[in-house]
């Protein structure tokens, strides 16, 4: 089973999670880290904001991030290359040369999961994936029914988790319908998984990812199947652990 740490709060995780991300990059300043976007991973990002100010060097870092919405505008600021950007690229002084976004672009689409798969495998993947959960039990955005080995592609969102998301948004109809989304496959290759989760509404998603039966209906169990599996909560996402 994973290693489950349970902390008090979220920003007992995030400092948790970045000292270990700091300790890695001070040994080997071309650390690759795996990005995930939406509220989970805030913290994170936050406390290595904290680890920059007392001296550790991430400008060598590489970050590859799950996924992106498709169509919304150039420089939306919802978009995750734009979340990216603001919470990890310019903070922490990554060469954005380094930082890598599925293109969601309506003509990048098509070949957007080819080319990027092929530009992880030819960085050489990913050292640690931050990973949060959707209340579907998705992964990046691959929601249930997503096959074990599947790529980046193209996929649909459901319902729920564009209801989920609509709190970034003007209103529901400017959430996007489409995204590109790493596989559970893609995230399954990364040599760490970081799962985080906090509060009650994630428990129900989170117990299934940790202790219930691996299925394609439940995404996050896809977690059961990685080596090196660290799950960073707080008591209410563990609270039907
Ligand atoms: C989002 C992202 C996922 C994220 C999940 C949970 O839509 N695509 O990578 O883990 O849904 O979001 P949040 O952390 O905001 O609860």
Redesign the pocket.
């Known amino acids: 089973m994973a290693e489950v740490i349970v902390v008090r709060d979220p920003a007992e995780a995030g400092a948790f999670v970045a000292a270990h991300i700091a300790e890695q990059v001070r040994s080997r300043p071309e650390f690759t880290l795996g990005v995930?976007?939406?509220?989970?991973?805030?913290p994170v990002y936050e406390a290595l904001r904290a680890e920059a100010d007392r001296g550790t060097d991430f400008t060598r870092m590489s970050a590859f991030a799950?996924?992106e919405y498709v169509g919304l505008p150039a420089g939306h600021p919802e978009s995750?290359r734009a979340v990216v950007d603001r919470e990890v690229t310019e903070p922490l002084g990554l060469d954005p040369a380094r930082v890598h976004v599925p293109d969601g672009s309506a003509e990048g689409i098509r070949t957007a999961g080819e080319r990027y798969e092929a530009a992880l495998q030819e960085h050489g993947g990913v050292d640690l994936q931050l990973?949060?959960?959707?209340?579907t039990g998705?992964?990046?955005?691959n929601e249930p029914g997503s096959s074990f080995g599947s790529l980046t592609r193209v996929k649909t969102?459901t319902e729920r988790?564009r209801i989920?998301?609509a709190?970034?948004f003007a209103s529901l109809d400017d959430v996007p319908v489409h995204?590109v989304?790493q596989g559970l496959g893609t995230i399954l290759r990364a040599r760490h998984l970081v799962l985080?989760?906090?509060?009650e509404?994630?428990a129900e998603a989170l117990a299934a990812a940790v202790e219930g039966p691996v299925s394609a209906s439940m995404p996050g169990s896809a977690i059961q199947l990685h080596p090196r599996v660290t799950v960073v909560v707080d008591e209410g996402a563990a609270s039907q652990l």
């Open positions: 995930a976007t939406g509220s989970t991973p805030l799950l996924d995750y990973l949060g959960i959707g209340r998705h992964l990046g955005f969102l988790t989920d998301n709190r970034f995204c989304t985080l989760a906090f509060g509404s994630k």
